[in-house]
């Protein structure tokens, strides 16, 4: 089984101009992978928003893909979020749960149900293109190319243990984040209609 | 007491975050004017308003059947108000100009994430709340349901600024709130006090 930096290893290296939406742990670790960067919101203080977040951007940007990085806590606080994204169906959306059946912001308390659900038959049960679960790294290093040249909405399970804490909490808002994203879209011509 | 024409409450929290609308404080009117759903739709689109994301609404029924058969602006229905608020903010980063739909239980039910991303970071969320319950011939803060009475000390608790939709004469605020909830960013929420009149040939199930 890989740890989150491993998997966020992986995933900084082969997101590919993506947009990033991170979520509680994944937020440190993705930050201290060097990934925080104008392409990059972090969901701070709305556990659960992540991949609302990510689908608005997906819809109004479907030029562009938007990857998530949400946690299996934080999915679960707003589950019905993965009928909404299915309703939607954007094809440039791509879900990736980091899944450790834990509440580690909070002292690693157990999930309600941790050995009973699964994620990517939730996801597909919802209406999910595609529902993926990979418990390595070498398999995301090899399956992650085809997953973001296919059609979305994709689910990825990443099956993670216990990891040694990454970074302290990034210093930033989701305020400068939200004010450079934009502007950088603003920027960009193909937003110019929206405008 | 009743007011006439756009009213904008401010609370003193709210004005000294936002320093902006221009407060008018007041009880809400009595009785609660009907209001043509058309007319709302008009004032939704001379905003521009791209997106329209709802957890649907028993007073604004008649107004969400009219968006379901348009094009434009595009309406999206979701499964939480949670989501809502943050499917507002991934619009606004890319540039489009949403709004909210949703009823007064629904904003109880996010008072998380409107902390974290209307107030705390600041964007843009017009929010149309209808005022489920209501009785209409009495003003909202003397309403014998709690989740009435209850709205606009809520909005002020938490900073809010809003508008009260009660009757034709206030259809205004509705592209004067989205210009200034644009410019001053944060949260704005529209109150929409009575049921929406229904459009003729429009059947409401």
Redesign the interface.
């Known amino acids: 089984m890989m740890t989150r930096k491993d998997a966020v290893a992986v995933l900084a290296e082969g997101r590919n101009g993506a947009i990033s939406v991170g979520a509680m742990q994944a937020i440190m670790a993705w930050h201290a992978a060097g990934q925080g960067t104008a392409d990059h919101?972090d969901?701070?203080?709305?556990m659960?928003?992540?991949?609302?977040?990510?689908?608005?951007?997906?819809?109004?940007?479907p030029q562009h893909k938007v990857i998530v990085l949400d946690g299996d806590g934080c999915l679960l606080m707003?589950l019905?979020?993965l009928?909404?994204v299915a309703?939607?169906a954007p094809t440039n959306f791509y879900h990736f749960i980091f899944e450790n059946g834990r509440y580690e912001t909070s002292g690693n308390q157990a999930l309600p149900g941790y050995g009973r659900f699964d994620l990517c038959h939730l996801a597909a049960a919802a209406g999910y293109r595609r529902a993926v679960s990979v418990d390595d790294a070498s398999a995301l290093r090899r399956l992650l190319p085809e997953i973001l040249a296919s059609p979305g909405p994709v689910l990825i399970r990443l099956g993670i243990a216990p990891d040694e804490p990454v970074t302290p909490w990034p210093k930033v808002?989701?305020?400068e984040q939200?004010g450079a994203?934009?502007a950088r879209?603003?920027g960009d011509p193909v937003?110019a209609e929206?405008? | 007491m009743s007011e006439h024409g756009p009213v904008a409450m401010n609370h003193e929290h709210a004005t000294a975050s936002r320093n902006s609308l221009p407060g008018v404080t007041g009880p809400s009117r009595s009785p609660v004017l009907p209001i043509d759903a058309r007319a709302v739709l008009a004032e939704i689109r001379a905003a521009h308003v791209t997106h329209v994301i709802t957890v649907p609404d028993t007073h604004q029924r008649t107004l969400l059947a009219l968006l379901a058969r348009s094009e434009s602006p595009k309406l999206i229905t979701v499964c939480t108000e949670d989501e809502a608020i943050g499917i507002n903010a991934g619009l606004y980063i890319g540039g489009a100009r949403p709004m909210l739909l949703i009823q007064n239980n629904g904003l109880y039910a996010c008072l998380n994430t409107l902390k974290a991303i209307p107030l705390d970071a600041r964007v843009p969320t017009v929010m149309l709340i209808g005022e489920h319950g209501r009785t209409l011939s009495m003003p909202s803060r003397e309403d014998p349901d709690r989740a009435v009475r209850m709205l606009e000390p809520t909005l002020e608790l938490w900073g809010v600024p809003y508008y009260r939709l009660e009757g034709p004469g206030d259809l205004g605020c509705l592209q004067r709130g989205f210009t200034e909830c644009l410019e001053n960013g944060g949260p704005l929420a529209i109150l929409i006090g009575a049921p929406l009149a229904a459009a003729s040939g429009v059947r409401i199930l």
Do not use: D, E, P, W
């Open positions: 919101l969901a701070l203080g709305c659960g928003s992540a991949s609302s977040l990510g689908l608005g951007i997906a819809l109004a940007r707003q019905g979020s009928v909404t309703a939607q808002t989701m305020s939200i994203l934009r879209f603003l937003v929206a405008k």
